[in-house]
């Protein structure tokens, strides 16, 4: 189910399946340059996100190569001074990675997402898969092959499991073949695996941001200039694109991360309602779950708002934004209320206590506040939001009734 749900998002983050209630022609024209907020958009919201993915995940790499050297050394004082430069380049690659995962457009979304599983694969993660590899990889390092390896098991998803989880257990119905042998060394063994992934993300992250950037495929531009001499056909028509990825917080956020890993919508893998599912918890090996939350919510204020915070981690900017786009249209009202319920959203989140496992065993009334935030969010955002600007709504959306 989770592969399906993600397969479809990711087709509705590129515009590959248009809404359930029909296919608009266009909005009306208006006083309002659709050219300018896609300029903005892509020059000042997007692109960045992009560059600070291949910045962050370039400091990984090093980070795990400290840490592995320093398990090979085996002193307990130059090993917990590894860890924590270790936990600080993963926690940063992370974040980072989630502002892209929250405005899903263009070159990472292509290709069924497979540039994004290659960066980030959650929640489709095969932890037996990995398992194997520990031992293929430790023990005949030069005949394994990431590149013919699935997304489940490899990138960041899989390199939380590697390096967070302290169980010495393997996962499989079947020990594989060697594990019991590795004894002592599994820590190694586990880390020079998440090493070789680290690489992976590295080479995947400044791939995407080529992708995006002038000198490269500049997707920036094509959003930019969309009707202008682009690939994209109409400025309405990108502006859709943008609109769709906005829905990452209603099927990943609202329904996944909060919804499904605490039980209040049906459809978990554990099935519960009224009570935690921890198996669907992001994260949860390093217990991220809240940051990640926090990061996506904000990440979709900048882009609705066209107004980037400094709170961000980037420079402050501010431009035309789907708010604008609303008050052209003539209902600043609702621009103003979906921007106000975003906030409320988003104070939620910051209230949580930052271990999401916390959260779910000691404050569960919380996250169902947090749910239940995002929801009134959500709610205007699939029904007047697309109405107004005349946008269509995707396929896995449009058949969503809660």
Not at 137 to 165: C, F, Q, V
Request: include cysteine; proline fraction near 4%.
């Amino acid at each position: 189910m989770f592969r399906r749900v993600v397969a479809v998002a990711l087709c509705a983050a590129i515009g590959a399946c248009s809404g359930g209630g029909g296919t608009r022609s266009d909005a009306p024209e208006l006083n309002f340059d659709r050219n300018a907020l896609l300029a903005h958009f892509a020059t000042n919201i997007a692109l960045p996100i992009q560059a600070d993915i291949e910045a962050k995940a370039a400091l990984v790499p090093p980070a795990v190569t400290a840490y592995c050297d320093a398990l090979d050394g085996g002193n307990t004082t130059t090993i917990a001074t590894a860890r924590a430069g270790l936990d600080g380049a993963f926690r940063s690659a992370v974040d980072a990675w989630e502002r892209a995962d929250a405005l899903l457009i263009g070159p990472a979304a292509m290709s069924n997402g497979a540039l994004r599983d290659r960066i980030y694969a959650w929640p489709a993660l095969a932890p037996c898969d990995v398992d194997r590899d520990v031992v293929a990889h430790w023990n005949t390092p030069s005949s394994y092959d990431i590149t013919t390896k699935l997304g489940r098991a490899r990138s960041l998803s899989a390199m939380e499991y590697l390096l967070y989880r302290a169980d010495p257990m393997h996962t499989c119905a079947i020990e594989p073949a060697g594990w019991s042998a590795l004894a002592a060394d599994l820590p190694r063994a586990r880390c020079r695996l998440a090493l070789t992934l680290a690489n992976d993300v590295a080479a995947a992250s400044a791939e995407l941001h080529g992708a995006w950037a002038q000198s490269g495929g500049d997707y920036a531009g094509e959003l930019a200039r969309a009707g202008q001499g682009s690939s994209l056909p109409s400025a309405h028509e990108a502006v859709n694109l943008v609109s769709n990825s906005f829905f990452f917080v209603d099927r990943i956020v609202k329904d996944m991360k909060l919804g499904e890993a605490a039980g209040i919508v049906v459809g978990n893998s554990c099935g519960t309602m009224g009570s935690p599912c921890l198996r669907e918890v992001e994260l949860q090996y390093a217990d991220r779950a809240t940051f990640a939350i926090r990061v996506n919510l904000v990440t979709l204020r900048e882009a609705v708002t066209g107004t980037r915070m400094a709170s961000s981690g980037l420079a402050a900017t501010d431009g035309p934004g789907f708010d604008d786009f609303l008050t052209a249209v003539g209902h600043p009202e609702l621009g103003e209320s979906m921007t106000s319920d975003l906030d409320a959203a988003i104070a939620k989140a910051n209230a949580l206590p930052d271990s999401f496992l916390g959260a779910l065993a000691n404050n569960y009334a919380a996250v169902v506040d947090v749910h239940t935030a995002v929801k009134q969010f959500t709610n205007d955002l699939k029904t007047q939001f697309l109405t107004v600007l005349a946008l269509d709504i995707p396929d896995d959306v449009a058949s969503d009734n809660d």
